[in-house]
Structure formats: C-alpha cells, structure tokens
C-alpha cells in the first residue's frame, strides 16, 4: 500500500518570500499525484495534479510542484508569498489501475503561516 | 452551478443512534469518495465509487456504509455510531478517476459529534 509523508507540519513564511512544501510517498507505480489547498472552514480545493508526462508541473494561485521519482518526492513550491496563502497544504497519492485511481490517500498537511 | 452538497452540515447525536449523511453532485460524475478529517491526521478516505453500483473500501472503512444506486446521490450511512467517529467529514466527486481526469470537487463538510 502507498504512503504520503509531509515532513513539515508547520511552516512560518514571510510576505514576498519564497515557499516549498515537501512531500514523500511510498508507492511502487508511477503514482497519481495531488497538491490540495485547504482554507480555514473550507472544503478542499485542487491546486495541481501529476498523472505523467512533463515532471514540472504548473498549477492555479501561481503554484508549481516538481515529480522526482528517483526521490520519491512531489514537492509544491511558490516564488513569492501572498498573505491569501496562509492555508493547510495536502498532498495526496492516488492508488489504482493502469488508467485510473481508486483510492486516494493524503498526507497529514502542512500548516502555513504568512507573517508581514 | 456546479457543486457537491452534503446534508446535515452539523450534527450532534448519542451513540448508537443510526444516522445518514447525504452527499449529492450535479455534474454528472462517476467517481466519488467519502473522507473523515482528523488533526494531525490529514483527510483519511473511508469509501469510494467508481461508478453506480461500484463501491470499494477506503483506508478506514471500519463503521460505515454507502450505497450509490444512482448517480448524483452517495449517501454515508453509520449504523451504530461511536464517539471515535467525531470527524469532519467530506465528500468529493470528479468526472473519473481515469488519467484525463478533472478536477475532484469536495463539498463543503459536515461536522459529527457523537455523544
């Protein structure tokens, strides 16, 4: 069975700073892969997804993530911070057949704070 | 618009008291999916369908139940709720789970306290 490891649960990131979220699954496949956004009270909302091809990989609110399979990693990253990014960040590794993904497991989140 | 509704957004109930909570799509889509929140322990999938009649088990299944006779509709069903099933909730649909898969949209959440 796969496995999601984010190492951090808390990151304190400054305005205009720059923001890389780590994440590690275990998974003998080439994965599905998913960065999550989760604002206070909110539902969930898909920042960006990686099923194959280019391993960098652009997503909405100016995020990107790279898919390293040699490090088993699916790392998000920002160029510069927005105050609006303080959020929980998940991410998630989708576990199924050849062409698609049943289950769906998350890591435990990764907390940010954006401090002026 | 497009959304996922769950009903009841809150509840408060005893244990062992049977209860639903209904989770409905209106965009016509084959996959969706159950999952608790926890702190600390991110969001944990409970069960998930691939389609009408097709449902499989999640990583924490143990206590619940679902059904999906149709297709907008996949109710969570807990037959005899414990005070360890207090949770947050969510339910998510996506078009399908396949590689050209869209977007999964979760709903807004319903928070459970069992007493």
């Known amino acids: 069975a796969q496995s999601v490891t984010q190492p951090d649960i808390h990151i304190t990131v400054s305005e205009g700073a720059s923001l890389e979220l780590r994440c590690n699954y275990s998974?003998?496949?080439?994965?599905?892969l998913f960065w999550y956004v989760q604002s206070p009270g909110q539902g969930l909302q898909l920042l960006l997804k990686?099923?194959?091809?280019?391993?960098l990989v652009q997503g909405i609110k100016g995020f990107e993530a790279e898919f390293k399979r040699s490090q088993s990693s699916f790392n998000l990253r920002k160029p510069s911070v927005h105050w609006s990014d303080a959020a929980e960040y998940f991410c998630?590794?989708?576990?199924?057949?050849?062409?698609?993904?049943?289950?769906?497991?998350f890591g435990a989140g990764t907390q940010v704070v954006v401090t002026p | 618009e497009a959304q996922v509704t769950q009903n009841p957004r809150y509840l408060i109930t005893v244990t062992g008291k049977k209860l639903t909570v209904t989770c409905s799509q209106n965009?016509?889509?084959?996959?969706m999916s159950w999952y608790r929140q926890d702190p600390g322990l991110g969001l944990r999938q409970i069960y998930y369908?691939?389609?009408?009649?097709?449902?499989d088990k999640g990583d924490v299944p143990e206590g619940y139940k679902v059904s999906r006779k149709e297709k907008r509709n996949f109710p969570l069903i807990l037959e005899s709720p414990s005070p360890n099933q207090t949770s947050l909730y969510f339910c998510?649909?996506?078009?399908?789970?396949?590689?050209?898969?869209?977007?999964?949209?979760f709903g807004p959440g319903t928070r459970l306290t069992v007493l």
């Open positions: 998510a649909s996506s078009l399908s789970s396949g590689r050209s898969a869209d977007t999964q949209y």
């Open positions: 998974y003998g496949a080439t994965p599905y």
């Open positions: 990686y099923f194959s091809g280019d391993t």
């Open positions: 998630a590794v989708g576990e199924g057949k050849t062409d698609s993904w049943g289950k769906l497991q």
């Open positions: 965009m016509n889509h084959e996959y």
């Open positions: 369908s691939m389609n009408v009649e097709v449902t």
